[in-house]
């Protein structure tokens, strides 16, 4: 009997990206693996393997058609850790085929780095390095004009999914009353996190420390703009972490320079950035190159839970790591693969 074939297509991620050598090795007695990482699989490689294929890694389209031609497909695991829109969610509802991700591996360190990043534009540690190195620096409470304690300070979360849950649970020591916007989670469960539920008005307005960690959806791009920027405190904070098209991009800039609000972000409306882009020259941002997920355990980590996950699903067994996909909210996301290495 011929071994279940494993399509690996996991661009933007590489496997020696995301697997020491042992979980690979997991991976290999799983099935024959089939690996195209130099370039997307092509339409005839996949089109070949597909009648024996019991796993997918990676972010290969499938329509119903696709899908038709593989009686076998057991799941397919994400490993670029957003759902796209080139796959039928319903069809592998109705078929039983797995659809999920292990995306929840970046939580923890976009959370760290973004409780960082919040204390940096608080304190002023990245403005008052810049002024001591031109020899302008201030000592003492002077030293400290614009800026505030982290602590007991309101603080506001757009999107309550991993990643902000995440958050909430670094900033408990500080004391922080935390609202929070999210349209698609009751209000029990924000509850359950010491949290209030807001509307995104409430969150603008009494927030001294804005995250965002929503997902890109039909409804919500660029849904915060000059307007919602207008309505937060003076001196208060903004922290982009999701989703550049989340927001009027100009408008974060100008809400910055103009010295209303302090802004953090570690994404942008095209990356690589461009080496004249005006972002650049902006006063009032804290800038990142997109690397708040990107550290090696967490990469490590998304190939594991994967790994996991399929053995579990190889055994008829559903997974426990990894994040469903849902085809009532699939269908709305509209992300685009990340090229992060």
């Given at each position: 009997?011929?071994?279940?074939?494993?399509?690996?297509?996991?661009?933007?991620?590489?496997?020696?990206?995301?697997?020491?050598?042992?979980?690979?090795?997991?991976?290999?007695?799983?099935?024959?693996?089939?690996?195209?990482?130099?370039?997307?699989?092509?339409?005839?490689?996949?089109?070949?393997?597909?009648?024996?294929?019991?796993?997918?890694?990676?972010?290969?389209?499938?329509?119903?058609?696709?899908?038709?031609?593989?009686?076998?497909?057991?799941?397919?695991?994400?490993?670029?850790?957003?759902?796209?829109?080139?796959?039928?969610?319903?069809?592998?509802?109705?078929?039983?085929?797995?659809?999920?991700?292990?995306?929840?591996?970046?939580?923890?360190?976009?959370?760290?780095?973004?409780?960082?990043?919040?204390?940096?534009?608080?304190?002023?540690?990245?403005?008052?390095?810049?002024?001591?190195?031109?020899?302008?620096?201030?000592?003492?409470?002077?030293?400290?004009?614009?800026?505030?304690?982290?602590?007991?300070?309101?603080?506001?979360?757009?999107?309550?999914?991993?990643?902000?849950?995440?958050?909430?649970?670094?900033?408990?020591?500080?004391?922080?009353?935390?609202?929070?916007?999210?349209?698609?989670?009751?209000?029990?469960?924000?509850?359950?996190?010491?949290?209030?539920?807001?509307?995104?008005?409430?969150?603008?307005?009494?927030?001294?420390?804005?995250?965002?960690?929503?997902?890109?959806?039909?409804?919500?791009?660029?849904?915060?703009?000059?307007?919602?920027?207008?309505?937060?405190?003076?001196?208060?904070?903004?922290?982009?972490?999701?989703?550049?098209?989340?927001?009027?991009?100009?408008?974060?800039?100008?809400?910055?320079?103009?010295?209303?609000?302090?802004?953090?972000?570690?994404?942008?409306?095209?990356?690589?950035?461009?080496?004249?882009?005006?972002?650049?020259?902006?006063?009032?941002?804290?800038?990142?190159?997109?690397?708040?997920?990107?550290?090696?355990?967490?990469?490590?980590?998304?190939?594991?839970?994967?790994?996991?996950?399929?053995?579990?699903?190889?055994k008829g067994l559903p997974p426990q790591l990894c994040r469903r996909a849902d085809p009532a909210t699939a269908r709305l996301l509209r992300s685009k693969p990340v090229t992060v290495s």
């Open positions: 009997m011929s071994r279940s074939i494993i399509l690996v297509d996991p661009l933007p991620r590489t496997l020696e990206l995301i697997m020491e050598p042992s979980v690979r090795a997991r991976l290999e007695a799983l099935g024959e693996v089939i690996v195209s990482e130099d370039r997307p699989m092509s339409a005839d490689e996949v089109e070949r393997y597909l009648p024996n294929t019991a796993l997918i890694f990676g972010q290969t389209d499938m329509p119903r058609e696709r899908l038709n031609k593989a009686p076998m497909l057991k799941a397919i695991i994400n490993v670029e850790s957003n759902f796209l829109p080139n796959i039928d969610y319903q069809a592998c509802v109705e078929r039983g085929i797995w659809v999920i991700t292990p995306a929840s591996a970046f939580a923890s360190p976009v959370a760290e780095a973004s409780l960082a990043m919040a204390l940096d534009l608080a304190r002023g540690i990245t403005a008052v390095d810049r002024d001591f190195r031109r020899g302008t620096e201030r000592y003492g409470l002077e030293g400290n004009a614009n800026t505030f304690r982290f602590a007991g300070a309101p603080v506001g979360i757009i999107g309550f999914g991993d990643l902000g849950r995440e958050l909430r649970e670094l900033i408990r020591p500080f004391k922080n009353k935390v609202r929070v916007f999210d349209p698609w989670l009751p209000n029990e469960i924000v509850k359950r996190q010491d949290c209030q539920p807001s509307t995104l008005e409430e969150v603008l307005r009494e927030s001294q420390v804005v995250f965002v960690f929503a997902s890109v959806t039909l409804q919500n791009q660029g849904f915060i703009g000059k307007n919602e920027f207008a309505m937060m405190k003076p001196g208060a904070t903004f922290l982009l972490m999701s989703r550049a098209a989340l927001v009027d991009f100009p408008a974060m800039i100008e809400a910055a320079e103009s010295g209303h609000i302090k802004v953090a972000t570690d994404v942008f409306p095209e990356e690589p950035v461009a080496a004249d882009d005006p972002v650049r020259r902006a006063s009032g941002i804290l800038l990142s190159a997109h690397r708040t997920v990107g550290t090696r355990d967490a990469f490590y980590a998304l190939g594991s839970m994967a790994v996991a996950d399929a053995e579990l699903i190889m």
